[in-house]
């Protein structure tokens, strides 16, 4: 039996003439679990707003789309309220209510439930989902992770048939993202519930989704099973290739046929299988990052903690940066790491140890001077640095110097969109207006807090590319961040944040080699067999050389 | 939190307790009145705030005198002159006419700051609810979002700063680069704020009339406490309109006499006011009896 | 006749009148009581017309961002003296007219009071300033004064010093001065002056520098979502 069927769907927003959705047509089974993946931009969360009448957006559009064989908007918007459920992207702004019960019952009371049954789908929803301990909390008091589980279960209160999901764990960290995506495979598997879900992270969905959906430029460009899906896109040579899980990118860039595997464990199996009487790994260079120089920030034993009597959150940190390098701090959630860069930048006063920043005592730079060609940081939400109309008064409100304001312009790659109201910029996009504002003080030392959240593979690309391009100019970049994968694939030195401190710090390989858990998917899939395989580049490479042997 | 036990009943029980109690207090000059409302809303504050009522209670003090010595200053009745202020009379009849106005004052600002700890913003919404929905949705969403718009603020405080922005000494620079601010905040909640309507539209708001949830049951033992609210207050209107209240400081002070039925008034009225205390209590008490069994 | 008019007349005609009436009835001092009493009477009516008007909910939506960016702004700016409440409030009466501007700042008061805890002054504060946000609405409705720094930071001024301030004053007097009289009432709007003139001041600078841009953004949401016509 269908649960929507679309045919023939195109649309295009009334500001530009391109089409946003191009004949688009897709049926969605019930119980069906489907992704949708693609670059940003690409029409999945216009197509998915399209499943809802309220959320369907303001434009030119023709084709059909049916729900349970009628159309869609011909079903009655109650029905549809309580029918299809719809989680969003933002953690924070989804959510509407002040307290915990309340959030749970604002879908039961805008449609006029009695007493008694919103009662007691509340109480199931929240037993369902374990929230019962904090069901008298207040919503601010929670953390990333459990506000999205909130509004996933605000809308299963309602029993929805369908579950529509944009984008939901782009702002989590990636320990609540897969526990979110863990629950939603549970709803799909013990409830029936039809599920369709647009993702970055297809690590933790492509292994239990029945389709994936690849989108580009408004069309459709595969439908199939996430196996065939691997394989098509590989064929074709897409770009979406690159944002595949791991497993499935090293099989076919090693391969080339067949049935990838899509787990690490399949991927272990898969390498163990192929090489059954052990491999030799690859010898590679393995050497102390030392470009030489000067060391851009140094910190000895630095203790801080919030309140007197609080605990301490950073305990007696030890950091050496050289100048010129990307250094990048890893760690869980909540750990201090923020708190860290804060101290860096001087916004809080550590009450023991010492920080240099270019071999001069924190603590000596006047008020202003260490921001003024010195530090400075990107903030993790890079809206927090926009208060002007356009992206060209953005950087004015930095800089006389119309030439200086042209050459940072161009090197962040963001010339075309000086008319541009910095709101109406796509995420990557707006990152780099942002570090182009950062740019503008001249900063030595560039902090950047958790840059690569919410992005897609291909804008963490070119967002690696300009921290490169940063590095050349001489300019030092410290980030805190949860992205291994980035981390890993770009970082000249990584730092372990754990416990109030920084642990360990390496080369990435080094680094995440000596990690059996807290380091990449193609680590965790080829420890054991290759040695110090840490990006799936390097497993293809391990691979290919092994194989060469055999032969 | 403290436990409370008063603070665990029904909404509509505390409202109904806090409107009289602060409409009595604001209206009873009586001395003996007076004094069970000082006695009872101090009490019952300690008992919400614990330490941290030493503070506004030496506040409170403060205004007490400031309000008892302004009086006489305007009021220039009194035959007991106890000196010339701008060649005016300063009797102590206005003074004390002062400090039972400044009483007044005091009672009515204690049981507002009890109202405070007792009538969340939840449970205005909740009394709000069926009357108002529109107004208790605008409440409700209000709450959640200032505490985000604090952190956020906070936020963009900090990220100008470390961009050179806002650090300035300049006081109009600092002005001028906290409305900048101010502006970024305005921006970032008013985007955010078509995700939460889209949020409230796709779960059926605006389809229909709403129903709210309730997490408060209303219990016999509220209906009893209700009622024993409501005898309370009717006696002591009866009393009051009876003349028990009756206080006149000026020209010459008069106060009703504490004698017979009138006795009675301020029985109802003292037993009113400790209705909350007396159950905080009762409750610490049969806790710690509890406690000491296991 | 809609509900509202018939809550304003009943308001005007009945509830007042019995309100000073009893009020004069009371044994003891009875100021603040039918002040208060009169006060809460008057919010209602302006209640009634928002819940008849039943919001959508991006427009409800933006009347609370405001109500809450009048609670939280302070925050944003760092600095003594300036709290952003009266400029955002009078911005939003600007922006949004009359009848939601007094929305605004009722709200604004009313949830103030659950996180910087006052009491007493509340149901007045909420008059308070509704009013400022009602006047801002009325006086920039179109084609009167023009939506400028100048004029607007001018206005805010005058508002403060001689709306809400004075509304506040007037609570003071009932609350704490032995009887309501001209000479008391002149001295509560002379004790309160400086408060007022800073508050006036702080106010009138904030909407120099924010009131144009913040015009814009809401001008700006308005447009791209379609809601808050005026």
């Known amino acids: 039996m269908e649960h929507f069927k679309i045919?023939?769907?195109?649309?295009?927003?009334?500001?530009?003439?391109?089409?946003?959705?191009?004949?688009?047509?897709?049926?969605?089974?019930?119980?069906?679990?489907?992704?949708?993946?693609?670059?940003?931009?690409?029409?999945k969360t216009t197509l998915l707003r399209h499943l809802k009448t309220v959320l369907t957006p303001n434009g030119r559009r023709r084709g059909e789309i049916l729900f349970c064989g009628v159309p869609l908007g011909d079903v009655p918007e109650a029905e549809q309220a309580a029918k299809i459920g719809f989680v969003m992207q933002d953690v924070d702004d989804q959510i509407v209510t002040d307290k915990v019960w309340h959030e749970l019952a604002f879908g039961p009371e805008s449609l006029g439930w009695d007493q008694k049954r919103m009662r007691s789908a509340v109480a199931e929803m929240a037993c369902y989902f374990g929230i019962q301990d904090w069901f008298h909390r207040d919503v601010s008091t929670l953390s990333g992770g459990e506000k999205q589980l909130l509004s996933l279960a605000s809308v299963m209160v309602m029993h929805p048939e369908v579950l529509i999901l944009d984008e939901p764990t782009s702002q989590l960290d990636p320990v609540?993202?897969?526990?979110?995506?863990?629950?939603?495979?549970?709803?799909?598997?013990?409830l029936g519930t039809t599920v369709l879900i647009s993702e970055h992270r297809l690590e933790d969905v492509f292994p239990y989704a029945d389709r994936a959906v690849v989108m580009d430029g408004g069309r459709i460009t595969v439908c199939d099973t996430?196996?065939?899906?691997?394989?098509?896109?590989?064929?074709?040579?897409?770009?979406?290739?690159?944002?595949?899980?791991?497993?499935?990118?090293?099989?076919?860039?090693?391969?080339?046929k067949g049935e990838s595997p899509l787990t690490v464990r399949d991927g272990r199996a898969w390498l163990e299988n192929s090489f059954p009487n052990g491999a030799k790994s690859v010898e590679r260079e393995v050497s102390e990052y030392a470009p030489g120089g000067r060391t851009a920030l140094k910190m000895k034993e630095v203790w801080f903690r919030y309140e007197k009597d609080g605990k301490d959150v950073l305990k007696g940190v030890d950091a050496e940066v050289p100048e010129g390098c990307f250094y990048a701090v890893v760690g869980g959630n909540g750990a201090g790491k923020s708190t860290l860069l804060n101290a860096v930048c001087g916004k809080i006063r550590p009450y023991r140890g010492k920080t240099e920043i270019f071999g001069k005592d924190i603590k000596k730079y006047k008020a202003g001077e260490l921001y003024d060609g010195c530090v400075s940081m990107l903030p993790q939400d890079p809206k927090y640095l926009f208060v002007k109309k356009t992206v060209g008064a953005e950087l004015a409100e930095m800089s006389r110097d119309a030439d200086k304001i042209i050459r940072t312009a161009e090197l962040c790659g963001i010339t075309e969109l000086l008319d541009r109201h910095p709101y109406d910029l796509s995420c990557g996009e707006a990152q780099r207006a942002a570090i182009a504002k950062v740019l503008l003080t001249d900063p030595r030392l560039v902090l950047l807090d958790e840059p690569t959240k919410g992005m897609d593979s291909a804008f963490k690309e070119s967002f690696a590319e300009l921290i490169r391009s940063l590095k050349e100019r001489g300019i030092t970049v410290v980030a805190v961040s949860h992205d291994v994968e980035f981390c890993a694939r770009y970082a000249d030195i990584v730092g372990m944040f754990f416990d109030g401190a920084i642990l360990t710090s390496d080369t990435p390989r080094r680094f995440f080699g000596g990690n059996s858990f807290y380091t990449t998917a193609a680590n965790r899939m080829s420890r054991g067999i290759f040695d110090g395989a840490v990006t799936v580049e390097d497993v293809v490479e391990n691979y290919n050389a092994n194989k060469g042997l055999q032969r | 939190m403290t436990h409370d036990a008063f603070s665990k009943?029904?909404?509509?029980?505390?409202?109904?307790?806090?409107?009289?109690?602060?409409?009595?207090?604001?209206?009873?000059?009586?001395?003996?009145?007076i004094a069970a409302g000082i006695v009872s809303s101090g009490t019952y504050y300690v008992l919400l705030n614990g330490k941290k009522s030493i503070k506004s209670f030496l506040r409170l003090l403060l205004l007490f005198c400031f309000i008892s010595f302004i009086n006489p200053v305007f009021n220039t009745r009194g035959d007991t002159v106890l000196f010339k202020l701008f060649s005016r009379p300063y009797t102590l009849e206005a003074l004390i006419y002062g400090a039972s106005i400044a009483s007044v004052f005091?009672?009515?600002?204690?049981?507002?700051?009890?109202?405070?700890?007792?009538?969340?913003?939840?449970?205005?919404?909740?009394?709000?609810?069926?009357?108002?929905?529109?107004?208790?949705?605008?409440?409700?969403?209000?709450?959640?979002?200032?505490?985000?718009?604090?952190?956020?603020?906070?936020?963009?405080?900090?990220?100008r700063l470390s961009i050179g922005k806002g650090g300035a000494e300049k006081l109009s620079e600092r002005a001028r680069s906290g409305a900048s601010a101010l502006g970024a905040l305005a921006s970032l909640s008013l985007e955010g704020s078509v995700t939460t309507g889209d949020s409230m539209r796709a779960r059926g708001y605006g389809t229909g009339k709403r129903t709210s949830f309730s997490v408060y049951g209303f219990r016999r033992r509220d209906g009893a406490l209700m009622i024993l609210v409501a005898a309370l207050a009717a006696a002591v209107i009866a009393f009051a309109f009876r003349g028990a209240t009756r206080a006149v400081f000026l020209p010459e002070r008069y106060f009703a006499p504490l004698s017979g039925a009138n006795a009675a008034g301020l029985a109802a009225y003292c037993i009113l006011l400790l209705t909350p205390t007396v159950m905080h209590i009762r409750e610490v008490i049969s806790w710690n009896i509890s406690k000491s069994a296991i | 006749m809609k509900k509202s008019w018939i809550a304003t007349l009943a308001v005007f005609l009945v509830m007042i009148p019995l309100t000073i009436y009893l009020g004069s009835k009371i044994p003891g001092r009875s100021y603040y009581l039918t002040g208060t009493f009169i006060i809460v009477w008057l919010l209602i009516p302006f209640f009634m017309k928002f819940e008849g008007k039943r919001p959508q909910a991006r427009e409800l939506i933006m009347i609370a961002v405001m109500c809450a960016l009048a609670v939280a702004g302070r925050v944003a700016i760092p600095v003594n003296h300036f709290k952003a409440a009266y400029a955002v409030i009078i911005i939003s009466g600007i922006a949004l007219g009359p009848e939601t501007g007094f929305i605004v700042g009722a709200v604004t008061a009313l949830v103030s009071n659950f996180f910087y805890g006052q009491g007493a002054y509340m149901p007045w504060q909420m008059m308070a300033y509704g009013a400022g946000g009602m006047a801002a609405g009325f006086a920039f409705a179109k084609g009167k004064l023009p939506k400028k720094p100048l004029p607007m930071a001018l206005f805010s001024f005058l508002s403060v010093i001689l709306l809400i301030g004075p509304i506040l004053d007037v609570c003071n007097t009932f609350l704490g001065m032995p009887e309501v009289t001209a000479s008391t009432l002149a001295a509560s709007f002379a004790s309160g002056f400086p408060v007022n003139a800073i508050q006036a001041a702080t106010t009138a600078v904030l909407v120099f520098f924010l009131g144009r841009p913040l015009l814009d953004k809401l001008e700006r949401a308005k447009l791209k979502y379609g809601v808050g016509e005026v």
């Open chain 1, 7 to 43: 045919s023939d769907l195109s649309f295009s927003y009334p500001t530009s003439g391109d089409a946003a959705l191009d004949g688009v047509s897709l049926t969605v089974n019930k119980g069906e679990f489907t992704v949708f993946c693609g670059k940003s931009g690409c029409g």
């Open chain 1, 176 to 190: 609540a993202a897969s526990d979110f995506l863990n629950t939603v495979r549970k709803i799909n598997a013990e």
């Open chain 1, 226 to 256: 996430p196996q065939n899906t691997g394989r098509i896109l590989f064929e074709k040579g897409d770009e979406m290739f690159k944002a595949m899980p791991a497993p499935v990118r090293a099989y076919y860039s090693a391969s080339g």
């Open chain 2, 9 to 33: 009943c029904h909404p509509s029980v505390n409202f109904v307790f806090f409107i009289l109690a602060i409409c009595f207090g604001a209206v009873f000059q009586h001395p003996a009145y």
């Open chain 2, 106 to 159: 005091v009672i009515t600002m204690l049981w507002f700051g009890c109202w405070n700890k007792v009538m969340t913003g939840e449970k205005i919404t909740c009394l709000f609810g069926g009357v108002a929905p529109a107004l208790s949705i605008l409440l409700v969403t209000v709450f959640r979002m200032v505490p985000e718009m604090i952190r956020t603020a906070k936020r963009i405080v900090s990220a």
